[in-house]
């Protein structure tokens, strides 16, 4: 297996539906890159719908985690990891937060699809991670998930 092949991590896939609206939502873990910077968590998010199916990715990242002198992460205490958690998942908590409201609910369950080296790459350069959402359709129709949007 090359090295550009090599599982780093998993990425959740959740997806919620309401009405025709569909909504997409993708978190990419933590990892370092080849040439060992920090590449950070980040969220890709898009609503869809009949009339709009082929919408762009938006993506927010999640601050980075901080690297030290040998290329792995710092080891934290758990008061300091606690808060770092939260601080850094609290957007994504806002946008469940605001899906409940617009009464949107998840569909069939959430899916963990494996993330390459290569795939930590196209986030660092901040392109759209094309290789997990090709896995990602290739689960969903395995899994029955069906079109994107509710008829």
């Known amino acids: ?3 550009k092949d090599k599982v780093v991590g998993k990425a959740l896939y959740l997806e919620f539906r309401a009405g025709i609206s569909t909504y997409q939502l993708l978190l990419t873990p933590d990892g370092i890159s080849s040439n ?3 590449v950070p968590a980040t969220v890709y998010r898009r609503q869809i719908s009949k009339l709009k ?4 990715w938006k993506t927010y ?9 040998f290329g792995t992460y710092e080891v934290a205490d758990k008061d300091k ?8 998942v609290g957007y994504l908590a806002t946008t469940l937060s605001q899906l ?4 949107y609910t998840l569909y069939k ?3 963990l699809i494996e993330v390459s080296q290569e795939d930590l790459e196209s986030i660092r350069l901040s392109k759209t991670p094309y290789k997990i959402l090709g896995r990602i359709t290739r689960v969903r129709r395995t899994l029955g998930f069906g079109e994107f949007i509710v008829d």
Do not use: E, H, V
Not at 61 to 69: F, G, R
């Open 36 to 38: 060992g910077r920090a």
């Open 100 to 103: 409940k409201s617009y009464s």
């Open 53 to 56: 199916p082929r919408r762009a």
């Open 1 to 3: 297996m090359a090295d």
């Open 61 to 69: 990242s999640l601050p980075s985690l901080p690297i030290n002198a």
């Open 81 to 88: 990891a606690l808060q770092t958690a939260d601080s850094r």
């Open 109 to 111: 369950q959430p899916l």
